[in-house]
Each structure stands twice: as C-alpha cells, then as structure tokens.
C-alpha cells in the first residue's frame, strides 16, 4: 500500500475492518473521491478524524487528528443535479500517522507511517475478560433499548476484536481516537474494559440509550 494518500476528512473515527457510508460534502472531498476515480486503480484514500473546523466560502478548514485510517471506497453515491459523490462507503484497512501533510493542491495529501498492530502483553487474557464485559454491556443495552445491540459471532482475532468493539460502541471521537491510537492490541482491549465499565455505570444510573444495531465489519485482515 502506497505510503503518500489524498486525504478524506471525516466526522467519526474509522477502524480497520469497519464498513461504513460517510457523506462527501465538501469541495475538497469531493475532488478527492473524482481524482481517485479518474486515475483508476484501487480507490484508497487516508480516513482522519476531525478535531474541529468552519468552512469559509468554498474552502473548509479543519483541525484533524495525526492518526487515522487507511479506507478504501466501494461505493459512491451520485448528486443527480451535478454527478458530484454525496456519500462513499469506506471499508477501513491499515492504521497510520501523518508524518507530512502537502496542501498545495485542492485537497489534503499526507505521506504516512503505517502503524503495526503489536499483541502487547496479554492479548488473550485481556479478550476474555473485555468479552465478558461487551456482552453485559450488550444485554444491558437491549434491556433498555428496542432493537437493542444484537451480538453475532465474535471474532477469535484478539485485535480483530478489538476493533470490532471499538467500532460497536457508541463513544465520543476523542474516546474513539484513544482506541485507534492504542500503542497494541492489550492496551486497546484494557482502555475497551474501562470505556464498558463507564458506560454500565451510566446506563446504570440514567438509562435512556438510544437503539442501535451492531456496525457492519469487513472480513478483511486489519493489517
């Protein structure tokens, strides 16, 4: 995978295997999502959160996050008043971060460090224990909430895992953004057993989640 990559800027966090539509509303978005087509080839783009921004005539500024994720575009969706995308589906593939950021064309290119997905210390024992939790957290969920979050079968992967909870939880980006950047997959499991803990202490005391329904997830390697 090429380490250099326009830049899509999004309003959540994606993960790699996460499978999701994302609106192309701006004009740098969409000059991305036209260059990659017109080139050809794999449609791979740099997925990086928004910290902030405001949007100044045609131009949109933003403060984003150093580390993002790799996508790729399966679909696009067309405006039928000017064939401009309005919405792609991003299947999240790699982690990065941004090492250099070129602004001199009509949208954002980054050169990227690819970022490993080291086990760390205890990746297995720490999956045990994170499962046990992302199902209460799922029965407490449905208890409150119709349709509730319906688990399927969850991955054995311990950092296939990892991400799938991340994804499937309903967090803050900054929160978010903390898994993404995890150090490895024990950290990210241990930081996902806290961030559970909060939540169940929250449904707990105010219990008024709104339904929602397990993420779609890519059958691709993370990596």
């Not at 993960?15 to 509303?25: E, K, N, Q």
């Not at 004009?27 to 405001?54: F, I, P």
């Not at 399966?74 to 090492?99: H, Q």
């Not at 993404?180 to 929250?202: F, K, S, W, Y």
Request: charged share 25%; net charge negative.
């Amino acid at each position: 995978m090429d380490s250099r990559l326009p830049l899509l800027t999004v309003d959540t966090v994606i993960f790699p295997g996460l499978v999701l539509p994302i609106p192309v509303t701006d004009v740098q978005g969409r000059a991305v999502v036209r260059d990659l087509v017109e080139n050809g080839g794999e449609l791979v783009c740099g997925a990086l959160a928004v910290r902030d921004g405001y949007e100044l005539g045609e131009r949109v500024f933003r403060s984003l996050y150093g580390t993002g994720c790799a996508a790729t575009i399966s679909e696009i969706t067309l405006d039928a008043e000017d064939d401009g995308p309005v919405e792609v589906t991003l299947t999240g593939n790699r982690r990065f971060k941004v090492s250099e950021l070129d602004g001199t064309g009509d949208y954002l290119v980054a050169d990227v460090e690819w970022l490993d997905d080291d086990l760390g210390d205890d990746p297995l024992g720490t999956a045990m224990v994170a499962v046990k939790r992302f199902r209460k957290y799922a029965e407490a969920v449905s208890e409150i909430s119709r349709p509730g979050l319906h688990l399927g079968e969850l991955p054995d992967d311990p950092s296939t895992l990892s991400y799938l909870m991340s994804a499937a939880m309903k967090l803050m980006t900054p929160d978010r953004q903390k898994l993404l950047e995890a150090t490895d997959v024990t950290t990210r499991l241990a930081q996902l057993v806290g961030l559970i803990d909060n939540e169940l202490a929250a449904i707990t005391a105010l219990p008024s989640l709104p339904a929602f329904d397990l993420i779609s997830w890519s059958t691709l390697s993370p990596n």
